[in-house]
């Protein structure tokens, strides 16, 4: 679509409706492009993997907590 729109579309006779429209369609059209390239190149798999070792980290930390917690009530 963009390579059969893009040519026709006539930025010199100024800023009327026609060519507003033209201009937004043009940048709804690469958002379009730019989330199924985003969805094809697979980032958010790599997101994910990102996101499940910060959330074992964490899960890590609030287990060491708890057992220096318990180690405390021990000692006491």
Do not use: T
Not at 47 to 52: G, I, Q, S, V, Y
Request: proline share 1%.
């Amino acid at each position: 679509m963009l390579v059969i729109a893009l040519p026709r579309i006539s930025f010199a006779g100024g800023f009327d409706w026609v060519n507003i429209f033209g201009i937004v369609w043009v940048l709804f059209s690469l958002l379009i492009v730019g989330a199924h390239l985003h969805f094809i190149l697979g980032v958010d798999e790599e997101k994910k993997r990102a996101l499940e070792a910060v959330r074992r980290a964490k899960l890590r930390q609030w287990e060491m907590k708890l057992l220096d917690k318990q180690e405390q009530r021990k000692s006491v």
